[in-house]
T-cell receptor, first 115, second 115 residues
């Protein structure tokens, strides 16, 4: 079984400050890890993924995430947050051996960036 | 790009009627599509995996006779909510992945309100 934990329901940050959204996972074998962002009443937008290779992954809109196998974490980061980054962020994991490619999502973290 | 569309974006129906939601991959072919349900400020719950040319695979607790899924072509999957009731009111989101690739791309979602 696979699971994802996003320990923070909400993260508040001032514009211009660094933003971190935490994610830890549990999966058998090698994980495929993803971050998505959702704006109100919209579908999910893909931000970035880790499949293999370099542990530091760079994605859309200046976001990056670091895969840490020993800590089973995949935290999302942005060096300087924008008000427009305010949204709901989801971490997701799948087993590399899952032929269907089913994703397990975390509960989501609401990010609020204040001017 | 990898664009997934959904139609309709919003639908209001009377209790007891059936509603069909379409999910299309606009610029790629997808053997597999996924249907999710999302409650307000909650994570996504996978309902079923839709496979082109074969029966859908439903997650535990999802009524297959209630939520009919048809994946008629490599670019179209439909979800029909049969005999809808107010408790079926929700945000339904589909996703698709290019064949052989790991990333799921999501549609914009369909807001269903059953009166």
């Amino acid at each position: 079984a696979q699971s994802v934990a996003q320990p923070e329901d909400q993260v508040n940050v001032a514009e211009g400050n660094p933003l971190t959204v935490k994610c830890t996972y549990s999966v058998s074998g090698n994980p495929y890890l993803f971050w998505y962002v959702q704006y109100p009443n919209r579908g999910l937008q893909f931000l970035l993924k880790y499949i293999t290779g370099d542990n530091l992954v760079k994605g859309s809109y200046g976001f990056e995430a670091e895969f840490n196998k020993s800590q089973t974490s995949f935290h999302l980061k942005k060096p300087s947050a924008l008000v427009s980054d305010s949204a709901l962020y989801f971490c997701a994991v799948r087993q590399s051996t899952d032929s269907w490619g089913k994703l397990q999502f975390g509960a989501g973290t609401q990010v609020v960036v204040t001017p | 790009g990898a664009v997934v569309s959904q139609h309709p974006s919003r639908v209001i129906c009377k209790s007891g009627t059936s509603v069909k939601i379409e999910c299309r991959s606009l610029d790629f072919q997808a053997t597999t599509m996924f249907w999710y349900r999302q409650f307000p400020k909650k994570s996504l719950m996978l309902m079923a995996t839709s496979n082109e040319g074969s029966k859908a695979t439903y997650e535990q607790g999802v009524e297959k006779d209630k939520f009919l899924i048809n994946h008629a072509s490599l670019t179209l999957s439909t979800l029909t909510v049969t005999s809808a009731h107010p408790e079926d009111s929700s945000f339904y989101i589909c996703s698709a992945a290019r064949d052989g690739q790991e990333t799921q791309y999501f549609g914009p979602g369909t807001r269903l309100l059953v009166l």
